[in-house]
């Protein structure tokens, strides 16, 4: 038998990661669904963010100012501690409890993983959380809240028993916050294809020119002989 202890671990339901940017679009939609922050708030990420000891900045850098949609189509760090900021350390935890981030996943299995988040109460804290450091889940409780936020913001509850697959009324998100955040999902993927798209495209026109250099090069050497 080649299967070793990895192989049985349950990574979806007992791992637990920090899950990076996954988490700023629950920041995104905490903050839409608090009255700390308002829709057109617009967050300074020009600059890198010194906390403490600590300094928070984007991997691609921008030097303007973005609103709640494109901090999430931008993934700015910058952009996401600022919005944890607004929001505030209490409501950040109120809205991890209610999507059930802090606590074991109630399935219908024992592999399940415990999540670990700092709850030391310092602004650098709360302002990693917000991009998905400082907090350990399990991929499941990322796809649970994410299905909520998306469900008119209705909690979703996984399951593996069909017979358990009830349709909860606990509501966590409004449903003008669910369409927000449904919107502010479709134009990232959309903004991250044609990304895509580019980079191929530059791509294919870089190893075509390699390409017809080979070729010609090989042609060149024919003549020689």
Do not use: C
Request: charged share 25%.
């Amino acid at each position: 038998n080649n299967i070793n202890n990895q192989n049985l671990f349950n990574k979806a339901t007992k791992g637990i990661y920090e899950l990076g940017s996954t988490l700023k679009l629950i920041t995104a939609a905490v903050a839409l669904e608090s009255d700390h922050v308002k829709e057109n708030d617009v967050f300074d990420v020009s600059t890198p963010l010194k906390v403490s000891s600590r300094t928070i900045s984007d991997f691609h850098p921008l030097n303007y100012r973005l609103n709640i949609p494109e901090v999430i189509v931008h993934s700015s760090n910058i952009g996401s501690a600022k919005i944890a900021k607004k929001i505030g350390t209490s409501t950040q935890l109120k809205y991890l409890k209610s999507l059930g981030l802090m606590d074991k996943l109630d399935l219908e299995i024992p592999e399940l993983g415990k999540p670990q988040v700092l709850k030391d109460g310092k602004l650098l804290t709360t302002m990693t959380i917000s991009y998905g450091h400082g907090i350990a889940i399990t991929p499941l409780h990322l796809a649970s809240a994410t299905a909520t936020i998306v469900n008119d913001g209705v909690e979703i509850k996984p399951t593996l028993l069909i017979s358990n697959s009830k349709l909860s009324n606990n509501r966590i998100f409004s449903s003008e916050t669910s369409k927000k955040m449904k919107s502010i999902m479709t134009n990232s993927s959309q903004q991250y294809s044609k990304k895509v798209s580019l980079l191929s495209q530059q791509t294919g026109k870089r190893n075509g020119k390699k390409i017809q250099r080979r070729q010609s090069s090989t042609r060149k050497n024919r003549k020689k002989y």
